[in-house]
């Protein structure tokens, strides 16, 4: 996608076109770390708002759906949707934190990727209550799995492009036979859905992280899906609407530039071509990974031949997205600034969390203040995909997560948390009877 130099404000209630880590204000954030504890997720519900803002001016007519998966709390669920964005869910389990965040099911899509028989099982059950909710189903199996459970709803075909991009081969979906029903296969696949169910378009996304260098790439899939969609109306089957996904990317890295969404919507709107259906995305980073950062303490500082190793307090259990992807995220040391400006000469630092891992890296030799124990961290870009792909393995509780005015969206997770779903005396139920 098309990028440009962060410029002006876009609009004025879209804020910048990015908000950066220097942007964060280093006293609020340490106050509270100073309250909560690390490691501590902060989350800034205005800056989601911007994002949606910025979205909605440059995709006017256009359904924007939000993909829940980035960020699945409940005030950012109702914040993106008060903004006129709908849902999108990739689990009977969202479907379920969307309509119990008071999303109408009108405005909740679910996407089923090998949907298990209980999801399916949850989400018609769901449907039979809400039948305006819509499905998006990704094969001819899952067509009829849906049939035998008497859903006669609203369904889109999740299409397999043939092409994807993203910010790493593990999040291109686009092409992917995982992914869709071959281009090839939809209109039969279409005319069968309309006979069976209320046939509501069609669908394909990417990937996740798309940046500028692959603007060409969403352009085809793109201009793919608007051949498809004229292919179908020819044949007499009305297309509502033509989902492209999601994929936007932001700038990770401090000197990357913002996103161009103009250029993108431009792109996408010429792409697609005339066509009758309405346009359709599902932005899940880019509405929430800026509104978002990441606190963790030092806690060990080891001078290594190679390099200054910083001990933090979040792993990879906190934020996986190092560890899974080597995903850049921007750190800042917030001690060096209220500290009275103190001086720190810059080291290779390597700050790596409490798992035993290796993979359990924030980051490896990288240009930072020298680390001492007690400093605070803010880690950028920790909106999406951050707290929702936390585990807690190695028995680590989850983290908390703070709105940025104080408030408590999410407590801290205990060991009592971790430990609840085991039965104390499963192991003795198996065990062999001592006569055996
Ligand atoms: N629509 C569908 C069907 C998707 O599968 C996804 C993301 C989206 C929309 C939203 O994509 P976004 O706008 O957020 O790029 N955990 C990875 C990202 C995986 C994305 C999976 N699908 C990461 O942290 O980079």
Request: charged share 25%; aromatic share 6%; hydrophobic share 40%.
């Amino acid at each position: 996608m098309s990028d440009v130099p962060e410029g002006p404000r876009a609009a004025s209630d879209g804020g910048p076109a990015v908000r950066r880590l220097a942007d964060w204000e280093a006293n609020t954030l340490a106050e509270l770390a100073a309250e909560h504890g690390t490691p501590l997720y902060v989350f800034d519900p205005a800056r989601v708002r911007e994002n949606c803002r910025r979205l909605t001016a440059a995709f006017p007519d256009t359904e924007i759906q939000y993909a829940a998966k980035a960020h699945t709390g409940r005030r950012t669920l109702q914040t993106v949707h008060d903004e006129g964005f709908a849902i999108e869910c990739a689990s009977a389990g969202e479907v379920q934190r969307a309509l119990a965040a008071g999303i109408p099911g009108s405005d909740v899509t679910y996407t089923a990727v090998n949907p298990p028989a209980r999801d399916l099982d949850a989400v018609v059950k769901t449907w039979e209550e809400h039948p305006s909710l819509t499905i998006t189903a990704g094969a001819a199996d899952t067509l009829d799995r849906l049939a035998e459970r008497g859903f006669d709803g609203r369904l889109r075909i999740r299409v397999n492009p043939g092409i994807g991009a993203g910010h790493h081969e593990k999040v291109v979906t686009g092409g992917h036979p995982k992914f869709g029903v071959g281009l090839d296969r939809v209109p039969e696949l279409a005319e069968s859905a309309a006979e069976r169910f209320e046939f509501a378009g069609i669908h394909a996304h990417a990937g996740s992280g798309i940046s500028g260098e692959q603007l060409a790439d969403h352009r085809e899939l793109v201009s793919r899906m608007g051949d498809l969609a004229r292919t179908l109306e020819d044949c007499g089957l009305p297309v509502e609407t033509v989902d492209v996904g999601g994929g936007f990317g932001v700038p990770y890295r401090e000197e990357a530039p913002a996103l161009d969404l103009e250029a993108v919507a431009a792109a996408t709107r010429e792409a697609l071509g005339e066509t009758d259906a309405t346009l359709a995305i599902e932005p899940g980073r880019y509405v929430v990974a800026d509104a978002g950062v990441l606190l963790t303490t030092v806690n060990t500082v080891k001078e290594a031949p190679e390099m200054v190793v910083g001990g933090i307090d979040a792993g990879m259990t906190t934020l996986l997205r190092p560890a899974l992807y080597d995903a850049y995220h921007a750190v800042r040391n917030l001690d060096t600034e209220t500290d009275d400006g103190e001086d720190r000469e810059t080291v290779g630092a390597t700050l790596a969390g409490p798992v035993c891992e290796t993979a359990d890296l924030l980051c490896e030799n990288r240009p930072l203040p020298r680390p001492e124990r007690g400093d605070l961290l803010a880690v950028g870009n920790a909106g999406a995909y951050g707290y929702e792909m936390a585990s807690t393995y190695n028995t680590r509780p989850l983290p908390a997560e703070v709105g940025l005015d104080g408030d408590l969206l999410r407590r801290r997770g205990t060991v009592a948390d971790v430990t609840e779903f085991e039965e104390p005396n499963g192991f003795a139920a198996a065990a062999p009877r001592s006569d055996q």
